[in-house]
């Protein structure tokens, strides 16, 4: 997450441009309007670049009003706005120091915030996967290793099985539980080439179970995948289902092994 109280390192400099505010609004108007629309010229390219100014300061606070919003803060506009201009006009309504201790009390009620939204979402997905799993235990032909690896043959090959030290070539497609598609090799049409002892506990295990030439579905647990580790495409705790296809095995030299 931003932090807040750096938009305020960012006012020194973009401040300049929000004198011209009234002014631009005509403009900006032709700025989003569609791109039939007549273009925009500036007298001089000092003008030019007051506006991009403008337009860029409004982007970024947007961008942290809107995030803000989704954690349940709710920042006025027209506050933001007035803040501006009063600052410009040399009449802002709190002190260098109050706007500080403001915007610090501000950044703690975010974190907080941010904080609890992301143990409410990876409660969710611990949920999510343990009721996932237990359905898909119902599935004829599934199998559960002894680490809680669930895995399903789609098709069976009948080449070697590599070894966790081996370097493995596969084509996988990597979805959540919902069916949301994180990562595909498919879509990139380029097959992934790996040390099998590199990648998430699974995967590991997993395709050590394949033939060379087999096709599996696993579902793994979070604890076999990233945990509690959370990033915007997997969130944290999260059960990952994986398509997986074992191409090839490679030898030291990179010969196929199998």
Not at 15 to 44: M, R, S, Y
Not at 69 to 88: P, R, W
Not at 104 to 110: H, I, M, S, T, W
Not at 222 to 235: K, M, N, R, V, W
Request: glycine share 6%; net charge negative; hydrophobic share 40%.
């Amino acid at each position: 997450m931003k932090s807040v109280f750096k938009m305020s390192l960012l006012a020194a400099t973009v401040a300049l441009a929000v004198g011209c505010q009234e002014e631009a609004k005509d403009e900006t108007a032709k700025v989003e309007a569609p791109v039939a629309a007549e273009a925009v010229t500036f007298a001089t390219e000092d003008d030019k670049a007051a506006y991009a100014i403008g337009a860029s300061l409004a982007q970024y606070l947007k961008a942290n009003l809107d995030q803000q919003e989704e954690l349940g803060l709710s920042l006025s506009n027209d506050l933001v706005l007035q803040g501006v201009q009063d600052a410009f006009a040399d009449k802002s309504k709190l002190t260098e120091e109050e706007a500080q201790l403001a915007l610090q009390a501000l950044d703690q009620r975010v974190a907080q915030l941010a904080q609890e939204k992301a143990q409410e979402k990876a409660a969710e997905a611990v949920k999510a996967g343990e009721d996932f799993r237990a359905q898909f235990a119902k599935t004829e032909g599934v199998n559960t290793t002894d680490s809680g690896l669930m895995y399903l043959v789609e098709t069976m090959g009948e080449g070697n099985k590599p070894a966790a030290e081996d370097t493995v070539v596969v084509h996988y497609k990597g979805t959540l539980t919902d069916g949301t598609q994180f990562d595909s090799s498919y879509d990139r049409n380029q097959p992934a080439t790996f040390p099998l002892n590199r990648v998430i506990p699974g995967w590991t295990e997993g395709v050590q179970l394949m033939p060379v030439g087999s096709k599996f579905k696993f579902v793994i647990p979070p604890e076999l995948a990233y945990g509690s580790q959370d990033t915007p495409a997997i969130p944290a705790n999260s059960t990952l289902v994986f398509e997986v296809e074992l191409l090839e095995i490679k030898g030291e030299a990179g010969e196929a092994k199998g």
